[in-house]
């Protein structure tokens, strides 16, 4: 017996140790999860964060009522979205000792990270362990992803969501063509909890049937094979009360009238507020966006490896899925899945640019091409360091061994992915305002681009104006209440603000002013600059005086509070 549990142990052991990719996905999965509870209370509250938490009330509220408090579908615009993370955080926040906000910012986190492990499954099983390691190794590194975690209430659950329902879809695949009703009831689970969010997720059952025509393709084309998959569709029918059971569930007003989704699709496609957006230093409407605006902005925004990881996956895509067909079985199932990615990844960016949809806050409402653009990153880095493997240098006529080109290709990609991390680091915790170098990075894009659009520099500024007051009072000996300007939410500022600073509406009035460069937010008020909130070089913030000094030392004494501030680590 005691020699079996030895022989088991070791069975095991080496399996782990034949497995490092996975075992590195699992470690950095876990890091993530720890660094996501360290760090989850260091994210201001967005502009949109507190009527999505009362829209998530209110929903619960029509429940609790029996279906008589209607205030929900009449309030704001927030009745065309579904209400899946609102009423799941307005639930959650008085079972945690924290912020109501802090518990979205967790929950969302988490959401996020689970994402990344989405991604990782997808990658493992089209291209391997390696490629599904870079593939969640991209998207972690991926700065609007990272730093969306945080306070991108929905577009990161529904990101998730959708990216989990490509990976479903690659399983049934698999199953075809006899899917299994396990897998069915799943995928329609995860179509109407995306729904529940957002209606985008109606992409879905035009992903869904691509995967079957696909499987007709990439197989052995015949009349038997048509009818498989007629009867592969029919299998996937029980999907359907499921997703609408969902979809009702937690976007109630979806369901009051039979055509309310697409009268939500309809407004979304054609939304008309007064709402500017910044493009290479030029100022927009939403709705007079150039065509070029998402494409132009997923160009800036995600990293130069995971934007040439992604082009080289498209590259070798055809070769990739025709080697697959060939060796059939498996093989099909990987061929349709990176099709089903490449999809997922292109197809709303071609529908933006040929719709000539509205944008604005760069890529926020798109982040849900950002998982299957890792994935396809994540098979080209793969098939780099393999192309890299079959080059030797030093190779000897003798032996015909030589070094291996793989080794230093991967610590090039180390060192690369390495260099992402440090500046993810570098701009905590606002990560989401990356760009990359094509534009000089954040410095290079203030003013000029959509960066810090959630205001999320707030939190710091806040403490700064805390800091300057504090260190006045002491020279002064003189303690008082300070009105403080915004151009923010108020309630970003409120639950932040210690209670010698108060909010006011009159900027003229105010003692103190606080704004984002974000639209030059800062020029509008005139006064000395005591503080400033900067990452990289990029200035996002920043604290004015407009008190009136009442004599040239006091100004003396405000120019050297500026100057003495020091940049925060999140340490």
Not at 33 to 59: C, M, P, W
Not at 149 to 155: C, I, P, Q, R, V
Not at 548 to 560: F, G, H, L, S, Y
Request: net charge neutral; charged share 15%; proline share 6%.
């Amino acid at each position: 017996m005691k020699e079996r549990r030895l022989t088991g142990r070791s069975s095991l052991l080496r399996r782990l140790i034949g497995r490092p990719w996975d075992i590195a996905a699992a470690v950095a999965l876990l890091a993530l999860l720890v660094l996501v509870a360290v760090t989850f209370r260091h994210y201001g509250i967005s502009n949109d964060e507190e009527v999505q938490h009362v829209y998530g009330a209110k929903l619960i509220d029509w429940y609790r009522s029996g279906f008589t408090d209607d205030s929900a579908f009449s309030y704001k615009n927030l009745y065309l979205y579904g209400g899946l993370f609102d009423m799941a955080a307005v639930a959650l926040a008085p079972l945690l000792p924290f912020d109501p906000y802090e518990t979205r910012h967790l929950l969302c986190a988490l959401i996020g990270v689970a994402g990344i492990a989405v991604v990782w499954a997808v990658g493992r099983r089209l291209a391997g362990p390696r490629a599904g390691f870079l593939a969640g190794a991209l998207l972690a590194l991926c700065g609007p992803w990272y730093g969306g975690l945080f306070n991108h209430t929905k577009d990161i659950p529904f990101a998730v969501l959708m990216m989990a329902a490509v990976g479903l879809l690659v399983r049934l695949t698999g199953q075809m063509p006899r899917p299994r009703l396990g897998t069915a009831l799943g995928f329609g689970a995860v179509v109407g909890l995306a729904l529940g969010i957002r209606v985008g997720a109606l992409l879905l059952a035009g992903y869904a049937a691509a995967m079957l025509v696909g499987w007709v393709l990439l197989g052995v084309a015949s009349l038997a094979r048509l009818r498989d998959a007629g009867r592969g569709a029919l299998r996937l029918l029980p999907a359907l009360p499921v997703a609408y059971g969902l979809m009702a569930a937690f976007w109630p007003w979806a369901v009051l009238e039979p055509l309310n989704p697409l009268r939500a699709l309809a407004d979304f496609s054609h939304f008309h507020y007064p709402i500017r957006t910044l493009l290479g230093g030029t100022e927009y409407w939403m709705y007079e966006v150039p065509p070029s605006y998402l494409v132009w902005y997923l160009g800036i925004k995600l990293p130069l490896v995971m934007l040439g990881g992604a082009a080289l996956g498209l590259l070798v895509l055809p070769a990739t899925m025709h080697r697959d067909r060939q060796a059939g079985g498996e093989g099909i199932t990987r061929a349709v899945g990176c099709g089903l990615v490449a999809l997922a990844a292109l197809f709303p960016v071609v529908w933006f640019t040929v719709t000539h949809a509205p944008g604005y806050t760069a890529i926020r409402h798109f982040l849900f091409v950002l998982p299957p653009l890792a994935v396809l990153g994540g098979i080209g880095l793969d098939r780099l360091i393999g192309w890299a493997g079959a080059w030797k240098l030093g190779v000897s006529q003798r032996s015909g061994r030589g070094l291996s080109v793989a080794v230093p290709a991967g610590l090039v990609l180390a060192l690369v992915l390495g260099r992402e991390a440090v500046v993810l680091e570098s701009l905590h915790p606002n990560e989401y305002v990356y760009f990359n170098e094509l534009v000089g990075g954040v410095a290079g894009a203030v003013r000029k681009y959509d960066v810090d659009y959630w205001a999320n520099s707030l939190p710091e500024a806040v403490e700064d104006l805390s800091e300057v007051i504090a260190a006045e009072e002491a020279r002064t000996h003189r303690h008082r209440t300070y009105s403080v300007a915004v151009c923010a939410e108020p309630l970003a500022f409120e639950k932040l603000a210690p209670a010698n600073l108060h909010w006011v509406t009159d900027w003229t009035r105010a003692d103190f002013f606080i704004a984002p460069t974000q639209e030059d937010c800062d020029t509008l008020m005139t006064g000395p600059t005591v503080a400033e909130v900067e990452r990289d070089g990029a200035l996002l913030a920043v604290v004015k005086d407009l008190r009136k000094p009442e004599d040239p030392a006091e100004m003396v004494e405000v120019a050297r509070l500026r100057t003495g501030r020091q940049q925060r680590h999140w340490w």
